[in-house]
């Protein structure tokens, strides 16, 4: 990520580290000890097939570089919901075993805030970019997830 290129809120962001420490995807503080993010994103930070249908177990790492660097907290799966055969689904709450770094907030979230008329910041780890990569679009959804599918979707 470039100097300077954060915002405050950035550092909600939650960088889910597989087994070799290395960025699997991204997520964001959601409350006191929570964090949401993608359910692949889990599953194959713990070595698992990314469509892996039965909550997963095991303990994992995540950090939050934008708050604090070099702080990692060990959280597990609260809440599972699997990549569906339609593709929805994909959503996983993990439960932090650890106070998170105290300049991480929890991310404020807006409702009906984007449109195509709107500029929009979206925040992953593509492969690559360890710390980060920010893209900057105006009516488009832009995925980012370490498997570089970086993939803009007019909308």
Known sequence: MEPGSAA????????????????????????????ITCAHVVATALGLPPDTR?????????????????TRVPARVGAWT??????????????????PPAKAPVARLVEGAAGP???????????????????RSAGIYTHLDAQAHEQAVPG
Do not use: K
């Open 54 to 70: 039965e909550s997963p177990g095991g303990r994992l790492w995540i950090d939050f570089p934008l708050a604090e660097r070099g």
């Open 82 to 99: 699997p990549v569906r055969p339609d593709g929805s689904g994909d959503i996983a709450v993990l439960e932090l075993l650890a106070d």
């Open 117 to 135: 008329d709107r500029r929009v910041r979206a925040f992953g780890f593509p492969q690559s970019y360890d710390d980060g990569r920010i893209d």
């Open 8 to 35: 405050p809120s950035d550092a909600s962001v939650a960088r889910i580290l597989g087994a070799d420490g290395r960025p699997e995807g991204a997520g964001f503080r959601a409350g006191q000890r929570e964090v």
